[in-house]
Structure formats: structure tokens, C-alpha cells
């Protein structure tokens, strides 16, 4: 049963934001924990309620215009926290996870909230679905076509942005089976793509380059869905997004038996992110000693975790922007269009002081750091005053119910193998033994304060 216990706890922390005990009671008991993850009938779409979309901007007075940006502003956060919230308290754990995932691949700057919602409603929608008609259906999206400049790629004048992202950082990595020409004939072939003032995709055939095309040494009047069919064509593309997949979802160091082994199943099956992701949560080696607590925590996943397993939610909300600033995830805020690097880049020097003190303040109403980059301030001298602001995390906690929730069963597994991926270390374990406290609130925060809290 312990052993169950692991393998169950481990899933859902790789397949989810992790599961409390009250829960993995009740699933120990089915005969098929994956089927219950990836067979979503119908997907919850981010259901944020947006004001009508205004299209006369232009003729809005200088001070409209500011007050429509500053609502625009204030919305664009509220999506944010709408969103983590969404992580944590979804019906289908897999759906807020893959979603998450392809936000970091598919990554694009968003400070528009009508296309931060059709963006991330494109990603649900999508992320368990067939691969083509994800990368279609992104790069229709109005984020995706203003991030990377396709209202400027017109026939007269291709804009290489999109098609040298497509190929490099979306679908076949870097230098991989095409050329600086293939870029360039690609560009040509994504001529025309754009959107509606609403942000709907909207193709303009004036702007489209209906010449032929030589990509990937065929030629033909290729358009961008040709394209898109060309890249799928070559097994390097699902060995680029299996790849993706297994250092995300299995272990930063790739096990190449066990990624060819999943190209195989993607490429196979034409390219069916369900059945990819079937095949990796019932392969024997997703359950090995070496796999289980190999992987670092991002921000995102360390704060949904924290704010699921505790129900968290404090009294002014603008504290999860602040929370992901520090840490160094930001939803809708990537780094550039590579995303986030991950893995070992989420713990440097400061940030991971501030990852193993963060328990302790969200559990205790403790006070967190207003910390802001010059990407948020552009005043220097403004930045540092800010920088020693505190925020106070105020929020009530029933720690009856939680101590329900989580109670620990040493048949099945302590609270330590609960909480915590992996292996203790000698260290954690001395500090355990040593640190033996009456109050459950007390316990908790210990366990979680340890380094081995960082994995899962």
C-alpha cells in the first residue's frame, strides 16, 4: 500500500499541483489513476467576465484614453490571479498543468486582457488535444500574431519573426532541418495572417504572397497551414516537442531509450498529446527511484501548490502578482519568446532563500518583499524605495480541516511522504527528529521549510 501511496503522490505532483491525503484515499482504490487525468470530456475554459470590447479608442479623449488604459491594466492582473486560482481549484489537475506547460513553449508577452483570455482559452482547449491544431490555433491567436509581428508580414515586405520562432523554438529546435532560406520562403508562406479590431483571426488575402514557395527543398504555393503539415511531416518535430515533454514531465536529464521510446508514440500517432501523455504516466521508468523528486519546482507550481493544499486566499489577492515577480514567474510575463529556461535557473542565490522561507510567511501571515525590476519601474531611485516595502500576507487559515485533510496514516504514509517528493536527506531527517512539535500548524510548516520541499 505504501508503495501505491508513492507512485499516487508522485503522479499528481508531476500530473497536477499534488493531492492531499482525504483525496488520495479515495483514488488508491481506482484501477486506472492516468485514465482519471487524461480523459477530459469536456474542458473548463477560463470563464473571466470581460467588459465589452471597445473599438473606438481613437476617438476617446487623452483623459478616456488614460482611464481605458488603467482598467485594462487592472484587468490584465486581475486574469492573472484568476488563472492561478483556476490551477489550484480546477476539476481536471492535467488540463491547468499541460496548459501551464504550453504557456512556457508557446511563450508570448501579453498585457491586453481580451487576448490573455483567448489566448489561455486556446491552450485549454488545446493541450490535450492533436499538436497541428494547437500550433494553428496559436498562432491565429491575437497575442501570438502581435507578439511576433505577423500584422507586419506582408507581401511586400515578409517579417521573419514568426516563421524563424515556429521553427526554432516551437516545433524543431535550433538549426534543426531547415535553412536561413526555408526561414525566409516560410515568411512568405505566413503572409496575410492577422486579426479583426476584436482580436478575432481575420486572413487578408491582399497581403498574402500567393507565389511559389521552395521549403524544405519542395516547391509549390505553400500557406501556412501547408507549412505547419511540411515541420509534422519530419520525425525531428516530435522528437523536439517529446523532448520538451520528458524534462518538463519526467526528469531534466533525458533518458534517450525512454524519449525515443515517446517519439515514437507521438510521431505514431500523429501527433496526440493525450496519447503521449497516456503512455508516460503508465511507463514503468515514470515510477522509478531516480525520477521521483528529480525536478525543481517552478514559482508557479510551488505557489498553486501551496495556495491548493491550504486553500489559501488572502485578503488582498495583488500579493500572487508580487509573489510571482519575486520568484521570477510571472504569468503572461515571460522573459522572451523563449520562456522561462527552468530547472536549476528558479534556485539561484536569493531566490532560493526566499523559496524556503515562503512557507513559513504564507502559513504564518508573515510579510513578503515588494520587489520590482526596472521591466515594472522605470525609475531607479523609485525602485530601490520600493524594494523595502513589505506586503503582509493576511489570510485565515482552518487548520482544523487541514489537519483533517492531510492527516497522515503511517500504514499508508506519513505527513513528511505526503508533502515531500523523494528521499529525505540525513540532514532533514536529523532536523525532523530533533525538531519534534505537539502542533500540527507547526509540523507542517517545518516539513515544509526543508529543502527537499523545492522537488517533486
Not at 489513476?33 to 470590447?53: A, R
Not at 476617438?59 to 490551477?87: T, Y
Not at 491552450?123 to 491567436?141: D, I, M, P, Q, Y
Not at 504514509?413 to 515531500?420: I, K, P, S, V
Request: aromatic share 10%.
Amino acid at each position: 500500500m505504501r508503495k501505491d501511496y508513492q507512485k499516487l503522490l508522485h503522479l499528481y505532483s508531476r500530473a497536477g499541483f499534488g493531492i492531499n491525503k482525504r483525496e488520495a484515499d479515495t483514488l488508491i482504490e481506482s484501477k486506472d489513476w492516468v485514465k482519471q487525468l487524461t480523459n477530459v470530456k469536456q474542458t473548463e475554459l477560463l470563464d473571466f467576465d470581460l467588459p465589452e470590447f471597445k473599438s473606438n479608442y481613437m476617438k476617446l479623449s487623452a483623459d478616456e484614453r488614460m482611464s481605458m488604459r488603467k482598467e485594462m491594466r487592472k484587468l490584465s492582473r486581475d486574469i492573472n490571479i484568476f488563472w492561478l486560482d483556476q490551477m489550484s481549484k480546477g476539476k481536471d489537475p492535467l488540463v491547468e498543468k499541460m496548459s501551464l506547460f504550453w504557456h512556457g513553449h508557446f511563450a508570448c508577452r501579453i498585457v491586453n486582457p481580451y487576448e490573455a483570455i483567448q489566448y489561455t482559452n486556446v491552450l485549454r482547449e488545446n493541450c490535450l488535444g492533436n499538436f497541428k491544431t494547437l500550433v494553428v490555433e496559436v498562432a491565429k491567436s491575437s497575442a501570438m500574431i502581435k507578439y511576433l509581428h505577423l500584422r507586419q508580414n506582408k507581401r511586400q515586405s515578409p517579417n521573419e519573426d514568426f516563421a524563424r520562432e515556429l521553427c526554432e523554438l516551437f516545433t524543431l529546435g535550433r538549426d534543426q532541418e531547415y535553412t536561413e532560406n526555408d526561414v525566409k520562403e516560410i515568411a512568405r508562406a505566413f503572409t496575410g495572417w492577422n486579426t479583426r479590431k476584436d482580436g478575432t483571426y481575420h486572413f487578408k488575402e491582399k497581403q498574402h504572397d500567393s507565389g511559389e514557395k521552395t521549403i524544405f527543398g519542395k516547391t509549390g504555393n505553400f500557406d501556412g497551414n501547408d507549412v505547419i503539415d511540411m515541420i509534422l511531416e519530419k520525425k525531428q518535430c516530435a522528437k523536439f516537442i517529446s523532448t520538451k515533454i520528458y524534462k518538463e514531465f519526467v526528469h531534466p536529464d533525458v533518458n534517450e531509450k525512454h524519449l525515443e521510446e515517446i517519439t515514437d508514440v507521438f510521431y505514431n500517432s500523429n501527433y496526440d498529446i493525450r496519447q503521449l501523455m497516456n503512455h508516460i504516466f503508465n511507463a514503468k521508468w515514470f515510477y522509478s527511484k531516480d525520477v521521483i523528486g528529480a525536478k525543481i519546482k517552478s514559482p508557479i507550481e510551488l505557489i498553486v501548490g501551496l495556495k491548493k493544499s491550504f486553500d489559501l486566499s488572502p485578503k488582498k489577492d495583488k500579493v500572487w502578482l508580487i509573489l510571482q515577480r519575486n520568484l521570477g514567474q510571472e504569468l503572461y510575463y515571460p522573459p522572451n519568446v523563449a520562456g522561462w529556461p527552468g530547472d536549476t535557473s528558479w534556485i539561484d542565490s536569493s531566490r532560493l532563500a526566499m523559496r524556503l522561507r515562503l512557507p513559513s510567511v504564507l502559513l504564518n501571515n508573515g510579510q513578503i518583499p515588494i520587489a520590482f525590476k526596472e521591466d515594472y519601474d522605470t525609475n531607479p531611485n523609485e525602485n530601490r524605495k520600493k524594494m523595502k516595502q513589505l506586503a503582509k500576507f493576511q489570510c485565515e487559515i482552518d487548520w482544523n480541516e487541514t489537519q483533517l485533510t492531510h492527516q497522515d496514516d503511517p500504514k499508508k504514509c506519513t505527513l513528511a511522504e505526503l508533502m515531500l517528493r523523494g528521499e529525505l536527506s540525513n540532514d532533514a531527517k536529523e532536523f525532523i527528529k530533533g525538531h519534534q512539535l505537539s502542533s500540527f500548524k507547526n509540523q507542517m510548516i517545518q516539513l515544509l521549510s526543508l529543502p527537499e520541499y523545492q522537488l517533486c
